[in-house]
């Protein structure tokens, strides 16, 4: 689309981001933090890994993001004198003092991330992230590190979702930032949907800080604030090519004469405001006039106008470039647009208006947008906001972080709910592939087993059926989706851009199955856990009961 | 609740928040000002009214909030060389170089701001905002200030209907961050609950930003971080009054034994790493001592765990606080607790098992909360994360910012949609009160009208039924909303403290009628137009049909 402002690669990605304090996390990391200190706990060599229990939105995958904003967050993990201050103040007064000089010269040197590669495709309770070291310290980055993981992850899903729902021609346009949940929230929210498939923002800071493809021309607000063509100034427009001014209003008045004849519409229903507001913005951006026609009534005022205005912009050899719907039924009046441009190509002769794009915009949902996708329709570009941003159909993700290991001994949850047990023991995770490449197995394994071999049967347990039967697979390819991505208080990888994320985001969801991209009913993507596992569960749960 | 950490009068409010950057708004806002700009009317005089069209989860009223953060955002409203750099790059390559000039020169010193206080009960299509000033400046403003209006508002209020449902006995604690839609999500969540009605927030920074009281103690993390008694270090605890200290190991031993014969329970069924974790916190905290008791079993480990730990603190004068239950039935699970505390009291003559408190804390929403408050429980502090934060059932407010007058003349929006239509003016807006001090109406009259007054009825046009019958009203007293927030780029007002705009809120809140405040098919309140107004609009909808 030629709206498109800018070069998503000319503005190089800038961390300008506002870091995320410390001390935005729970009270109660705290309070845990110094029972361990106090205890003599704190250094015990602790292992917690991050997951999601259930794919958001009723869906058969996620995309995994946030990874870059823990690391940079690690990395610069360090209480502010003022923070410790603070606590001081609000910590239980038999506080030992010596536990605020400890929290004084934290930092993360000793705390190591396995993770799976940022844009992945992952499944519930795969491990995200595994964050080891000192048990107080990795205790306290709990809730930061959920709260980055998990917006990002279920708006990036959301947006890969929509992306599937618009099939692969639309183009999708991210325009949620006064409907998101705060000024972070919406900044978040443009970077993810990009990465999880959307081609372009409206939000200008997204632009300038990730590199994203930023657009967008008027809004009805410009439209109703011209009553009449006196307010247009300048009143000439230079051809595309060079050459003397033209009047341009007479031009234009000229043209809504002869659209309006064509198309049957009677010229006293324009509206002389909204004519005033295309000419004027025309007159201003003669190569990007793309007007939102709906603010009075599109048939019989904001069409003619558009087409009077456009007629005469080719005239003048500029490329008009088409027209936004934000209301009523879209794909309805798309196809009486389109209908209207094909009968001013065929009455006027103008090559230029069969390559007008259609931009609609009106509260759309993946719901709206799958049925779009199946009815007669000639929308180009859709432009989505509230349900995108905030994820109406389920605004969180729930990814929780649980202890997997301290002391060298693995842990587990019992509880009397099977579903919020985890699977003791620090892990490696293979992704099986079959013989066409799709993954068909998610594969934890103890990260001292050996890995599996490509063409080696291998007995596993699915999970959700604990102490299952075991089953038999042959990968024809398996990968090792756990990275290490932070030592030593070390980013260990160069962080990938925004871009590089979302290509990989895109080819991860490529090479997954159909039947597990199917938005309702997907089938179930098996992950499973090795024997050894399967053991340790079994041995644990005896020695509990 | 004792279990409150830190005094929220104690720490001053400070304003750290980070600074809403001005490119924080949609590429539109730019192409539209350079229009402006191109035809010399960006300095036109233009107002612009923010308001929603429908109050937020069906419910009959809200709460305005984050004018404080909007106020602070004018007040620093200026882009940076590098905005303006980027804004060179993705602009059409047509934009005179002029227009970045004005671009670097723009600030807030010809804008003025009209608003509601911050914290006030609002209605449907009443502005909260009314922003003047030159057309661009404004016009540039949108997408920022709805961004911070909206979700504020709108988890304020959701805040606000989760205090009414839990009645006014039951205390609320936040504890939503690690679910929130990004940080600044959830920092905003907590404050903007805490104005709504909460009493705690588990969020650290919100803490220290806005003076929230903070509460915390520990998670399943902790508790299953233990396998054994002899994790617990040191083992003696010394008496609260002062003394040598004791075996405490020992004594919560013995405890158990009796606590576990008195309820029947077996000894053997007691998990040794949560007797070791409850333990090990009591002997680092023991005036803080509020486990999490459903990590394994609530009766046959979590509860007897607890009460031989609370018994033996009770023997060295301290006081424990209470259980957390995070998972199951709640109110069963209280009954059954409360029921032990009950037998312990009785059978061992420990009056402080009177005062202890339960917290329950399990995916509570809005409708589980009613129910709850509706069934036999004992639960004196409920926890609620993902359904306040994320505002569950319903994500967004749709908050709108339109033009209602530009160059001195009035503007109104006239779509094909009628619920789209605005209406057109600058205006004062009364709430009129009943002779109990209800608000009965809100009468939106145009800013030159005289005001309503006491005891003096008149004539307006209720809202909702466009061009309606005239309706009488005689109010008992009259408050002029509006207040002059925002004027020659600075805060025209000292800006309230988190706690004052609390106390607003909940006083605007108990001033409405019983019937406003239903959280179900509540009554609908009367927003309704002078008869000036609704001439205006009679007059300007006949000049354009």
Redesign the interface.
Known sequence: MATV???PC??PELSVR?R??P??????????A???W????HNQH?A?ELFFRDNPFGGGFSLFAGLGDCLRFLRDFRFTD??VE??R???????HPDFFLYLKGLDSSAVSVRAVAEGTVVFARVPLLEVSGP?AVV?LL???L???V???SL?CTNAARFRLAAGPRRRLME?G?????????????SRYTYIGGFDLT????A??LFGIP?????????V??F?SLE????QSLAPAKGGDPVEFVPLVKDWLGRVCELLGAQPQQV?EGELAAFL??S??????FLPVI?????SSSGLPCFCAVALALCDLQYQPLGVRLD??DLCGQSLEVCNVFKQCNKHFSVPAFESLVIVGSNSVSEKSLSELNKKDNEIDVVGVG?HLV???SQ?????V???VE?GG?P???????PE?STLPGRKSIYRLLDPDGHPQMDLLCLSDEPAPKAGEPLNCHPLGQILSAVQSITPARVINLGLDVFRHGEIMLPLSTTSEIRVHAQRSIQSLHVHHKKLEQPESYNVAMSEKINSLVRDMRRG?S
Not at 89 to 95: C, E, I, K, N, R
Not at 294 to 298: A, N, R
Not at 395 to 399: E, V, Y
């Open positions: 402002l800018g070069d000319a503005t506002q995320v304090p001390l935005l996390t729970d009270v109660y990391q705290f309070t845990m110094y029972a361990y106090r205890a003599g706990r602790a917690f003022e923070d603070y606590l103040t609000v910590l239980p007064s038999d506080t048990l205790q709990e809730t930061s959920l709260c980055l998990n917006y990002a708006v325009m930032l006064r409907r998101a949940q705060g000024p972070d929230g919406g900044l978040t929210a409206s939000n200008a800071l632009g300038r930023v657009a967008g021309t008027i809004a009805h607000s410009y109703t604030s009553s307010e247009v100034w300048p509206h004027s913005y007159i201003a951006y003669p190569s990007n709906d603010s009075y009534s599109v209301s009523g509230t905030t994820c109406t605004p969180s993700l729930g990814c972080y649980k202890l301290v001994r842990r587990m949850k019992l509880t009397e709910d919020k509990n």
